[in-house]
């Protein structure tokens, strides 16, 4: 673990960061380089999600690392009971402001379950033990909701990652296409 280590609900002026999380753990860009372009473009309607609450991807549903005041990562994660109504609402501003129609994946969560979004950690504290911090942090928020299980989606094309989550606890129970990828979900039984 790293010295220093602070993890705290992310602020409206984390947005760009929590943005840029987002889209790093989508594998849209990447969270240390310099975005541009299309990219920038991308960055300012996403961040415009982060800063109003109700959403998915807002701020108010993200908790941030620190070390020595420096942001190193970050998971947005929220109860499944939320889900539907703040999925309608980000889904709803994506095809009103950039034409992006998200309607037809499946329901990741529900009531419940305390979902772990996404998540992702600037290189430079990768292997530092950031992310299972943050990951320790978001079961532990699942646990004072008193929810049943925590559940999280992983790529399958993402074999080492699934294998972490597995050590960690967490049990493959389900299938889903969405998002153009195929996904397993996993859950922790609490």
């Known amino acids: ?18 943005a840029r999380c987002l889209l790093a753990a989508m594998e849209m860009v990447s969270l240390d380089a310099v975005v541009e372009g299309e990219d920038a473009v991308l960055l300012d309607s996403v961040v415009n999600s ?14 941030v690392a620190e070390v020595k005041g420096e942001l190193a990562g970050c998971l947005i994660s929220y109860d499944g009971g939320g889900y539907e ?3 309608e609402a980000t889904f709803g501003k ?8 998200l ?5 990741e969560t529900g009531p419940g379950e305390y979902y772990l979004d996404s998540m992702a950690v600037v290189s430079k504290y990768r292997g530092l033990g950031i992310g299972h911090s943050l990951m320790s942090d978001g079961i532990a928020r699942a646990r004072s909701l008193g929810v049943s299980s925590v559940v999280l989606l992983v790529d399958e094309e993402h074999p080492r990652l699934l294998a972490y989550y597995e050590q960690l606890g967490f049990v493959p129970c ?3 296409e969405a998002f ?4 397993i979900k996993l859950a922790l039984a609490l």
Request: a negative charge; hydrophobic letters at 40%; one cysteine or more.
């Open 50 to 63: 982060c800063v109003e609450e109700g959403l998915l991807y807002s701020y108010c549903n993200a908790r």
């Open 85 to 87: 109504a703040m999925r």
């Open 94 to 101: 994506l095809l009103k402001e950039n034409g992006i129609d």
């Open 174 to 176: 389900d299938m889903m």
């Open 1 to 18: 673990m790293i010295d220093n280590l602070l993890i705290r609900d992310a602020r409206i002026e984390d947005s760009m960061f929590v």
């Open 103 to 107: 309607t037809g994946n499946p329901m």
């Open 180 to 183: 153009g990828a195929r996904y």
